[in-house]
């Protein structure tokens, strides 16, 4: 049996003398290209400072991107996490505002997320409903119990003598914001988790071929179940942090584009939305070229329309690049994509 | 002689008849049941942005209470956040033939064809605070480009180069296409325009999100270490502004505007705010009211007035703020 390491870097297209060309090295080229530009024509772009709040202006995106990853790793798409981040840290905050403890009141959310996490891989496994149509369906359920029952507003603010959280968002150690830490522990947990457990290969197993993990003997349902339970933690996760920051949480990026966001820095990174393919480095390389291109764009001035345009463009390229380099064949176009 | 004997008689009588009437029971008002007869079976329909911010749930509450003690009908269709469903919902109020529709516009543009349509069958429009470059019977609401040129001018006294600062200042905006932006932007930039005291640095959408507000200001910190102002363009959002500026250790002056929410007092307090331009929800609700009771009693076809009320500017500072600066919901629902 190969490691998903070499099966995945066998099967990318063609090789330059020793290197495969995979997309993860012409992302990491264009990111690396991005960098020496900016550094020479931005000023300022280059300190300390403004690298950190680069990396750490992702951080959020980067921690939800990486349950993306897990799930379209196993194959499948998960259209519900930033519906799970908004709602069940909202959850969270209504319950600490209502008279909970803090802590007893986070507890909640994240059982809440893990809860949503479970019904949709149970949608998935056992319904065997396509993860797109079940998360898109359970976005809107999730977001409609936020509005509808579980708090008025969409804006909630944290309960006042929270210091310990509110330092998730705000507080630095070693010079390093928290909130880095907490992305870089959480990249470290799932990499290891794919890459050590046997769980973790079951992900790739079932994502490279569903029929053939399950002939091999893999207890398919329980770990499709599982993934999607470990997405919407990493989900609640990035609401913690992004709730912590801001000192309240918002619903309405439910509503905003920031899904796409998520599933931009995955394929950029260069997982294959066929499944089967990929891992957290792949994540890392994504997220901090998004963090390039948003940083320059701020710094450079740029109207949220153009932003927007040039995300778009960098997502499509992203498409055109995987689809040359990972060529739709005969297996996977039966089992059929996402 | 005698006549004028019976004649004074007369009206010492009726003098004295009248005075103990008026004593025992008053006077009829004879202005109010017609007035309040106009009221009846008649119908306001809001569509708001969304129901869930305390911009429109204030409208509302004060719209609501004024319904119920004048006898019209007032009802909600949410446009949540979407401008396909604000559309439905001002579509279907169309049919529905209510007598005025009061909206909240997302931007400047999208309703205006709708909007149109509905004065074509007869039904009054009111904007409410974002105003469509469409022109309806009545707007009520925020004086932006007022707004704007009072944010402009405090940032060339407290941040302008002959001040010894660096002149260096921040916009964030909301939406690129709400009224509350371009009215503001054009503004600030033609008070701007005017002197060389001061540099917009930066002038990004935080989109009304408060988590893309502070990254938007992280960076612009970062970029202009030396940067001296930020104006922003609601204090929902501005919480994010203002957590970035907390989080530098700068003293950055921050002004920004909104409905004068309790949160918007906290701000103040706390420090995330240096100045709230209030556009006073409670008071626009009262000039809604006053709007729609205006309309329901003229007999004038709808699209036939052309007026606006624009809600006077109150300026909240932590020096100026008291009890009464600031509302809750509750107090609005409960009529306070």
């Not at chain 2, 942005?49 to 209470?65: I, K, R, T, Y």
Request: one cysteine or more.
């Amino acid at each position: 049996m190969t490691t998903p390491n070499q099966s995945a870097s066998n099967r990318r297209g063609f090789g330059l003398g020793n290197i495969a060309v995979t997309q993860e090295l012409v992302v990491a080229v264009a990111a690396a290209i991005m960098f020496l530009v900016f550094s020479a024509t931005l000023d300022n772009f280059l300190s300390s400072a403004n690298l950190i709040t680069l990396v750490r202006n992702v951080s959020v995106l980067g921690m939800m991107s990486l349950g993306m990853a897990l799930v379209v790793i196993g194959r499948g798409v998960d259209l519900s996490l930033v519906a799970i981040m908004a709602v069940s840290m909202t959850l969270a905050i209504v319950l600490a505002n209502g008279g909970w403890s803090f802590g007893l009141a986070l507890a909640a959310g994240l059982a809440f997320s893990i809860a949503i996490g479970a019904v949709t891989g149970f949608l998935v496994a056992y319904v065997e409903i396509p993860s797109i149509f079940a998360t898109l369906a359970i976005a809107a359920i999730v977001y409609g119990l936020g509005r509808g029952g579980i708090a008025d507003l969409d804006v909630n603010n944290l309960p006042p003598g929270v210091d310990w959280f509110i330092f998730l968002g705000r507080g630095s150690l070693l010079g390093i914001p928290v909130s880095i830490w907490l992305f870089a522990a959480t990249a470290l947990l799932l990499h290891l988790f794919l890459r050590k457990t046997g769980f973790g290969r079951f992900v790739y197993a079932i994502g490279d071929n569903i029929e053939t993990a399950r002939i091999t003997g893999i207890s398919v349902r329980p770990v499709l179940m599982l993934k999607y339970m470990l997405a919407a933690f990493t989900a609640f996760m990035a609401g913690a942090v992004t709730a912590a920051s801001v000192a309240s949480m918002n619903m309405r990026i439910v509503n905003s584009t920031m899904i796409y966001d998520v599933l931009l820095v995955v394929v950029l990174g260069g997982i294959g939305l066929t499944g089967g393919r990929g891992g957290i480095r792949n994540v890392l390389v994504g997220t901090v070229l998004i963090g390039l291109l948003l940083n320059a764009m701020t710094i450079l001035d740029i109207s949220y329309t153009v932003q927007n345009l040039i995300k778009s463009a960098v997502l499509l390229a992203a498409l055109v690049v995987e689809a040359l380099l990972n060529p739709r064949d005969e297996q996977t176009s039966q089992q059929g994509d996402i | 002689m005698k006549l004028f004997k019976n004649m004074l008689a007369l009206t010492a009588a009726s003098v004295i008849g009248a005075t103990t009437v008026t004593a025992q029971e008053g006077m009829v008002d004879e202005l109010r049941e017609p007035v309040l007869e106009k009221f009846k079976d008649k119908k306001v329909v809001f569509v708001p942005m969304s129901m869930s911010f305390d911009l429109p749930e204030g409208w509302a509450a004060v719209m609501q209470n004024a319904a119920e003690l004048r006898g019209y009908q007032f009802d909600i269709r949410d446009a949540n956040w979407s401008t396909d469903t604000g559309t439905r919902a001002i579509t279907q109020a169309i049919l529905e033939e209510p007598d005025i529709i009061v909206v909240q516009n997302f931007d400047v543009t999208s309703y205006a064809r709708t909007l149109k349509r509905a004065e074509d069958k007869g039904i009054h429009v009111v904007q409410v605070n974002m105003r469509s470059t469409y022109p309806t019977d009545a707007f009520v609401g925020a004086d932006w480009h007022g707004m704007g040129e009072y944010a402009a001018n405090r940032m060339v006294e407290v941040c302008g180069t002959s001040q010894g600062k660096s002149g260096k200042i921040a916009l964030v905006q909301g939406p690129a296409t709400a009224a509350a932006s371009v009215y503001q932007l054009n503004a600030i930039t033609s008070v701007l325009n005017e002197t060389d005291e001061i540099e917009i640095v930066s002038s990004q959408t935080g989109d009304w999100d408060q988590s893309k507000a502070r990254a938007i200001t992280q960076t612009v910190i970062q970029q202009n270490p030396d940067l001296c102002g930020v104006i922003g363009f609601w204090d929902a959002m501005d919480t994010g502004t203002g957590a970035a500026i907390a989080e530098s250790g700068k003293d950055i002056y921050l002004i920004t505007s909104g409905g004068g929410n309790q949160t918007a007092c906290q701000g103040l307090e706390n420090g995330t705010f240096d100045e709230v331009i209030s556009y006073d929800v409670p008071g626009q609700g009262r000039d809604l009211n006053n709007v729609i009771s205006m309309l329901l009693q003229s007999e004038g076809e709808a699209g036939n007035f052309e007026f606006a009320l624009y809600t006077p500017n109150k300026i909240i500072t932590p020096d100026t703020m008291n009890e009464t600066s600031c509302w809750t919901l509750d107090q609005l629902r409960d009529g306070g």
